[in-house]
């Protein structure tokens, strides 16, 4: 499990609009992607080397592949990263405010302390 790659992933997803909708309308596909494309360039792997220690798992894997903030909150991904990523895929599915809305009802069973989020 890594949680600096988790984070990495929503990070660099929210920052390019195309992965933004590439990532909503085929999230499985977009996880195989980066998880081959942009991981080992983030972590400095060069000529071809790959990172061996540093990947997603399958959990997380799936978390991502099924747009699951719930499960990847409390994988340890970052809420602020989790937050604004949805939000940019999803927010004009709903009313103004209904994501967030949504959001903090589907963590509300989270109570304090949150799970860690250090990397």
């Keep these: 499990m ?11 997803v929210d920052r390019d609009p195309e992965l933004v909708e590439r990532y909503r309308e085929d999230p499985r596909a977009t996880v195989a992607m980066w998880e081959t ?21 399958d959990v997380e894997r ?18 602020f990263l989790t937050l604004t990523l949805f939000i940019a895929m999803f927010e004009r599915d709903h009313e103004p405010m209904g994501f967030q809305t949504e959001y903090a009802r589907r963590l509300a069973h989270v109570s304090m302390p949150y799970p860690d989020i250090a990397t």
């Design 62 to 79: 799936e978390a991502l592949a099924a747009h699951d903030y719930p499960a990847l909150f409390e994988l340890g991904a970052h809420p």
């Design 2 to 12: 890594s949680k600096y790659l988790l984070n990495k992933f929503l990070y660099t």
């Design 37 to 57: 494309e942009y991981a080992n360039r983030i972590l400095n792997c060069i000529d071809g080397e790959s990172s061996t220690w540093l990947r997603f798992d």
